[in-house]
């Protein structure tokens, strides 16, 4: 294999470990919360948009992807939107890549930041890392793997709005509950798919912990509650409940879901990553007319 054929192997192996159709999960909360704070678009709204956009997620997957090996390789959903199965050679590539991509951004954040958001960023961070990473591996810790799941996501946003001097009020902490509530269910389901496969390779989390059909439900309390807690948001936020219904319509067929039959959730989790766009143009539309209501 030649240089560049090799080069060129690398880089796609990169791109796949960073899940590129979630990047938007983590890149959209941070502009968002930063842009309706500050209403400019300035340096570091860009800036911090390209970290959490690119670098954020092949830290935060890619690091994943090296330590989840064994239950990769038993996992026939891997290797593609939902994951590289690494080569072993491309495990210290890989977690080299991330922290390299990682630093000028993290450099620049903490020049332009404050304490409290320096303190913000890098609990972000610690949680990217992990995660997956032992010694604390919080992913294989029944309940905090979820909680820890939906700090990846809700983070950035609150990131952005500590680092843009947001004034915080009740209204504006229950949007970040809601959004958290939904990582949770999120994560959850997620989880119910991979359950054969990491009992298999002895990973615990909250579908092997609690069985798959528990953790349906979960699923589905948190994200009606999500939607519930929407209701007493600043107008219109409110509308935001309705979101909470597609994904709710997703999870339902599989509320009697079995361990022996979990696998049959990814069928769910397909569209779950798609909806999630669905899910992101709606909320903009909601963002939009916030922004000319308090303009």
Not at 190 to 203: H, L, S
């Amino acid at each position: 294999m030649s240089a560049a054929s090799d080069s060129r192997n690398v880089t796609t192996q990169l791109f796949v470990s960073s899940r590129p159709v979630s990047w938007i999960n983590t890149a959209y909360p941070f502009a968002a919360a930063y842009l309706l704070t500050t209403r400019e678009i300035d340096a570091t709204l860009i800036i911090g948009t390209l970290f959490f956009l690119v670098p954020y997620n092949l830290a935060m997957y890619g690091i994943n992807d090296v330590f989840d090996y064994e239950s990769d390789l038993r996992n026939p959903r891997k290797g593609g939107a939902h994951g590289a199965v690494l080569d072993r050679r491309m495990h210290r590539i890989t977690l080299w890549a991330a922290g390299l991509s990682c630093l000028p951004f993290v450099v620049y954040l903490v020049v332009v930041g404050s304490p409290v958001s320096w303190l913000v960023l890098a609990a972000s961070l610690f949680f990217v890392v992990f995660y997956s990473a032992p010694p604390l591996r919080l992913k294989e810790v029944p309940f905090a793997d979820s909680v820890t799941s939906s700090i990846h996501f809700f983070s950035p946003a609150v990131y952005a709005l500590v680092l843009a001097g947001a004034v915080w009020t009740w209204q504006l902490a229950l949007v970040i509950v809601a959004f958290a509530l939904w990582g949770a269910a999120s994560h959850a389901f997620g989880a119910v798919q991979d359950v054969v496969a990491d009992r298999e390779a002895d990973i615990s989390s909250i579908a092997t912990a609690r069985g798959a059909r528990w953790t349906v439900w979960f699923s589905l309390a948190c994200y009606a509650a999500a939607g519930v807690v929407m209701l007493f948001t600043t107008w219109p936020g409110p509308l935001a409940a309705v979101v909470a219904l597609p994904y709710l319509a997703t999870v339902w067929p599989f509320r009697r879901v079995t361990d022996e039959t979990a696998v049959t959730a990814t069928r769910g989790w397909d569209r779950f990553l798609w909806l999630n766009q669905l899910a992101g143009f709606l909320v903009t539309l909601l963002l939009i007319w916030f922004a000319i209501l308090t303009a």
